[in-house]
């Protein structure tokens, strides 16, 4: 499922709310079966087990090495010793295209599109149920965003897992999503199939899909007259 939208219309929002990072304000929030809002901390714990997340600009640990930030969630929760998520983190980054090289490598020393590697490669280390994706293609060029897009489809797929996405980017829409849903003013206002976007009769939709100034969706500030 890939949730589109603009910007400040409460995409993140929502996935804060869905992992009890932000309590919603009314409402039922559940995760097969089991009720996030108003949930106490160790129940939360105990739910947020099943998510794994890629962060809009990966959101690295600066002060630990690429395979200490890939193992990160393995070594927290003393599933592995530090020998085997080491491995582990090999492992994975492997599915993601990186090598040894980058084993011992900081951040800093990696560029845009490995750092996001890196950041999806932590998200399945854990081989999670459920996968979160906080614009997975921000910041990177069309090639590199394409090759993060591919990342993710074969991620998903491998682990057999579910998968919310949230963007603005069209291509990445097309190119992951099997269902869409448009997030507009706090409300989910379309939801169907990738294949019906195109036709959704939908007109925020389709001012949004092909990106036009005009139309019902309203843009704060205006562009000045000639």
């Known amino acids: 499922m890939v949730v589109i939208g603009g910007s400040g219309t409460g995409k993140s929002v929502l996935l804060k709310c869905i992992l009890g990072l932000m ?10 079966g089991e009720e996030v809002v108003g949930a106490r901390t160790a129940a939360l ?19 630990l090495p690429v395979w200490e930030n890939v193992a990160f969630g393995l070594l927290a929760r003393r599933q592995l010793g530090r020998a085997e998520a080491r491995e582990r983190a090999l492992a994975v980054l492997a599915r993601v295209g990186l090598g040894a090289e980058v084993l011992d490598l900081y951040p800093a020393e990696l560029s845009g599109g490995m750092q996001k590697r890196v950041g999806l490669a932590r998200a399945i ?8 994706f906080d614009e997975p293609t921000t910041g990177l060029d069309p090639i590199m965003a394409d090759v993060i897009n591919e990342l993710v489809r074969r991620s998903v797929r491998k ?12 291509a990445s829409v097309r190119k992951i999503a099997d269902r869409v849903a448009m997030l507009y003013d706090g409300v989910i206002i379309w ?13 925020y939709v389709d ?3 092909h990106g036009r100034a005009e139309g019902p969706i309203r843009v704060l500030q205006m562009l000045p007259a000639d």
């Open 23 to 32: 309590p919603a304000d009314s409402g039922s929030i559940q995760v097969d």
């Open 45 to 63: 714990d105990r739910i947020r087990l099943k998510f794994g997340m890629l962060f809009q600009g990966a959101a690295l640990f600066d002060s």
């Open 125 to 132: 280390a854990t081989e999670p149920e459920i996968l979160f």
């Open 159 to 170: 682990l057999g897992a579910t998968a919310v996405s949230i963007t603005h980017d069209m």
């Open 191 to 203: 939801e169907g199939s990738i294949e019906e976007i195109d036709h959704s009769g939908n007109p």
């Open 207 to 209: 001012q949004f899909i």
